[in-house]
């Protein structure tokens, strides 16, 4: 638990805001979007600025080519696709992925995150094992590297997929099992292997993937060993990073990570259950939300997280509980309503959805769902399936969303005035220029300077003229 929380709750109205200079910017609590009046200002991170004002005809180019980590968490206007789902290893997947380039840039998406690139013992990439091959049931590295290069040259960026948590052994040792790495680069031996999934390093420093062997990464040898993996990655062509069960390992060390292979944007899994009781869902996950706010705080504020909050309540909100979109203190109850600057929020991936269907998203209410992360702070990811495999509709529509988002300029931090929050419908006015609704219910905005930007089947978004 970090020292510093419960963390308060900020006001969108003041929190989010511009700064115009940077005397005021000296004087800013950056952390978790928030007031100045919390004692932890001297030790905030200069990674949370308020976004800049760049403008989106030059934003791409200007992060790509940017070489300072905080530049994109500064600038707030990422969009983000999850480039695969859990059946793409069978697709040839790279160079199906590279034809689609044009249309993601096109689209507005500023990164894809890739599937694991590793050799893994698992062909889906999550049980990896000769980290440096990467030849993979994805394809070869030749065609990895082709499809890292037509992003580079449309101006998107590539998101590896960190599975360091974890990694399967070539030989027999300390107990018969596979918890030695001889023949392959890093050939670690089971010192590397946490004693509680049978190596012989320490403790695990956080949850367990039973089953496999898991790192150990408070062994330095073991850190300046992924580091230089890392630094390698960036190398070939990766510029951003997400890592893979978060809750395996000390935050800290992700921190050590990012600070050693500097990718320009990061984003961590940290998921847990909700809080449920006998009838469902609770109201207040508050006790949630702030897991993954500490998990973020000691990452010493490099990384984002998947907003697991936001997703939980939306999936039940859209059923008919619009009502569960507002918290008590009258901001969005996920994580996005904290820390927006570091909430990536999401419908589905490949784990809650596609063919695994651990934790999906209601299938009828899909578009009621990118409407609302599509128009609200936070950092939007849209999903592979339903962008490419849903249909051309779909597809549209979501493209129609992002279009709204990057012209009116919402963007991580932007404010939100929630309206409405019933049953049957919700609205919000996002920033200065965009309202929406989603759900049965009927409402528009009053003024005649609001005009319909775009809408569907239970949603409808305007925009100022």
Not at 35 to 56: E, G, Q, R, T
Not at 106 to 125: D, M, Q, Y
Not at 332 to 354: C, Q
Not at 412 to 426: D, G, K, P, T
């Amino acid at each position: 638990m970090n020292k510093f929380s419960p963390i308060p709750k900020a006001d969108s109205t003041t929190a989010f805001s511009f700064l115009p200079n940077s005397a005021e910017k000296a004087r800013t609590n950056p952390r978790c979007d928030r007031n100045l009046s919390f004692p932890w200002v001297s030790l905030c991170s200069i990674f949370d600025d308020p976004a800049s004002n760049l403008s989106m005809g030059n934003y791409n180019n200007t992060v790509e080519e940017s070489t300072d980590p905080g530049a994109v968490l500064r600038n707030g206007r990422e969009i983000l696709l999850q480039g695969f789902n859990w059946e793409s290893h069978k697709y040839d997947w790279w160079r199906n992925l590279e034809k689609k380039v044009p249309d993601i840039a096109k689209s507005g998406f500023t990164s894809v995150w890739l599937p694991p690139a590793s050799n893994s013992f698992s062909p889906e990439g999550y049980l990896p094992q000769n980290l440096y091959s990467l030849n993979s049931s994805y394809g070869s590295q030749q065609l990895l590297k082709a499809l890292l290069q037509k992003l580079k040259q449309c101006k998107v960026r590539a998101m590896a997929d960190i599975v360091i948590n974890h990694r399967i052994g070539t030989t027999q040792g300390h107990g018969g099992l596979y918890n030695r790495y001889d023949g392959i680069p890093l050939a670690w031996d089971e010192h590397a292997v946490t004693s509680c999934t049978g190596g012989l390093g320490n403790r695990s420093t956080g949850d367990n993937f039973h089953g496999v062997p898991n790192i150990d990464h408070s062994q330095h040898f073991v850190r300046k060993d992924i580091i230089g993996w890392l630094q390698w990655l960036r190398s070939v062509g990766f510029q951003d990073f997400r890592f893979d069960f978060a809750r395996g390992y000390l935050a800290k060390y992700v921190k050590e990570y990012i600070e050693g292979a500097k990718p320009l944007f990061s984003v961590g899994e940290y998921w847990d259950s909700c809080n449920y009781n006998g009838y469902g869902l609770d109201y207040n996950q508050d006790s949630h939300r702030q897991r993954i706010i500490n998990w973020i705080d000691a990452t010493g504020q490099l990384s984002t997280a998947f907003d697991f909050t936001t997703k939980g309540i939306l999936q039940e909100a859209v059923k008919g509980q619009f009502w569960r979109l507002r918290d008590p203190q009258g901001k969005p109850p996920g994580v996005m309503g904290w820390w927006p600057s570091r909430a990536v929020t999401f419908i589905d991936n490949h784990d809650t959805g596609s063919t695994q269907a651990h934790w999906p998203f209601p299938s009828n209410h899909i578009m009621e769902g990118y409407a609302y992360i599509l128009t609200h702070p936070g950092i939007p990811t849209v999903f592979y399936d339903h962008f490419y495999d849903w249909g051309d509709s779909i597809h549209e529509q979501i493209v129609k969303l992002m279009d709204v988002r990057r012209r009116q300029g919402i963007h991580s931090r932007s404010s939100v005035r929630i309206l409405e929050a019933q049953n049957n419908l919700y609205s919000a006015i996002i920033g200065e220029n965009v309202s929406m609704k989603i759900g049965d219910g009927s409402w528009c905005p009053t003024g005649r300077e609001w005009t319909l930007a775009t809408c569907g089947q239970r949603y409808a978004v305007w925009q100022k003229q």
